[in-house]
């Protein structure tokens, strides 16, 4: 007798059917499909991911040995990994893409007011970075990186307030990280915070022109003239705040506007930073602040690493690879959205941890997260790494 829906059935509730049909649609994904949807597609990489399974073979073995409880999963029956993996290999990677993206925008709403930052600012805190997957050249040629290695990156903004991606993007390993920054989404009045890779004046320009905010670390070969010095704070780290004109030959008609320059010493760690922004209004501090919260977009990349399938591919081709990454992604998004939906107190990392021992568990996640013999449990917490 049921007693109640499945741990896993829970979480994939958080999952419009509605929003996945249309995504379907729009690229005719069902097309020739008997009984194996896109939706039953999607729900079995899922449980993949969510179960820590460690290749497609052992997603479909774990599947089968519950051959009893799978209809339930809305599955139906367990297919044959042969299925699965042509599917991978033909349906469209851009249905995953895009009803991930309809996530993104759920947990956004749900999350809008939060704030984990220290620093109040108005206007949202985007950090921009990627990650590269390192790949075997002889089977991913698809994947061009270096002369005898394949990869490929993942290029995430991240909303540093929320910890929820605001757009990701998937390319070869070879494609430059500062070609993101036409492609990222810009609002009037928020702040990106980059690292040296997305120094282009032209680009930063363009931001500047969208009325949004920037912090970029500096390059040591910057050329330029100080026009204008601002109270230092030693006290803090701050050894200088200036108001400078670019002067070399390409970058002063890139960029023929002032810019702020803050030269700040970490003595934790001793070394020594210089930073370049548009604002000239907040004070030398937060701007260090800023920089220093980009951090939160490498524990994001370590985060998902560690704990979902996106370093290890279950296909070869790039449309297999993709659909694994984006259905990756949106398993982390439908946790966030889960956790906000039932007032979970508990991590990401600990709600994931119990789906995967307990996918076929037929009790309430909340009622289980509220007993307090779980309370105990926890993250173990990271320790802050020195600024890069």
């Not at 896993?8 to 020739?32: E, H, L, P, W």
């Not at 990156?153 to 993101?180: A, C, Q, R, W, Y």
């Not at 390409?250 to 934790?268: A, G, T």
């Not at 946790?335 to 009790?363: C, D, G, M, R, W």
Request: overall charge positive.
């Amino acid at each position: 007798m049921n007693q109640g829906r499945m741990t896993f059935t829970q979480i994939m509730d958080f999952a419009s059917q509605d929003i996945f049909k249309v995504c379907v649609k729009r690229y005719n994904g069902n097309y020739k499909a008997k009984e194996f949807t896109c939706w039953k597609q999607f729900l079995c990489l899922a449980f993949g991911q969510l179960t820590h399974r460690e290749s497609m073979s052992d997603t479909m073995f774990c599947l089968k040995l519950n051959a009893d409880k799978v209809y339930h999963l809305g599955i139906g029956k367990a297919v044959n990994k042969s299925t699965i993996s042509r599917a991978n290999e033909k349906r469209d990677w851009h249905i995953f893409q895009d009803f991930g993206i309809k996530l993104i925008e759920q947990a956004k709403a749900f999350y809008e007011k939060d704030n984990q930052l220290e620093i109040k600012l108005k206007g949202n805190i985007f950090a921009l970075d990627s990650t590269t997957v390192d790949l075997c050249l002889e089977v991913f040629m698809w994947a061009p990186f270096r002369s005898t290695k394949a990869a490929i990156k993942i290029h995430t903004l991240l909303d540093l307030k929320t910890s929820i991606p605001e757009f990701i993007f998937i390319s070869e390993g070879n494609v430059h990280d500062v070609n993101m920054m036409d492609l990222i989404p810009v609002q009037k009045g928020s702040y990106y915070i980059m690292d040296k890779a997305y120094v282009d004046f032209v680009r930063l320009y363009n931001l500047k022109q969208d009325k949004a905010y920037f912090v970029v670390r500096a390059k040591e070969n910057l050329q330029f003239k100080r026009i204008e010095s601002r109270p230092k704070n030693r006290k803090f780290g701050i050894l200088c705040d200036q108001d400078i004109l670019l002067t070399g030959i390409n970058s002063s008609q890139r960029y023929p506007e002032r810019l702020r320059r803050i030269k700040f010493y970490d003595s934790e760690y001793d070394r020594t930073f210089v930073f370049l922004t548009n604002n000239f209004k907040v004070n030398a501090e937060t701007v260090t602040q800023l920089y220093k919260q980009r951090w939160g977009i490498e524990l994001f990349f370590k985060w998902i690493k560690q704990n979902l399938k996106v370093q290890s591919f279950w296909g070869f081709s790039e449309n297999a690879v993709k659909t694994q990454i984006w259905v990756a992604i949106s398993v982390y998004v439908l946790v966030a959205i889960a956790k906000k939906k039932l007032n979970l107190t508990h991590t990401p990392y600990e709600i994931i941890q119990y789906i995967s021992i307990a996918p076929f568990e037929k009790k309430a996640i909340r009622e289980v997260f509220l007993n307090n013999e779980n309370q105990d449990v926890k993250e173990q917490n990271c320790i802050q790494l020195k600024i890069i």
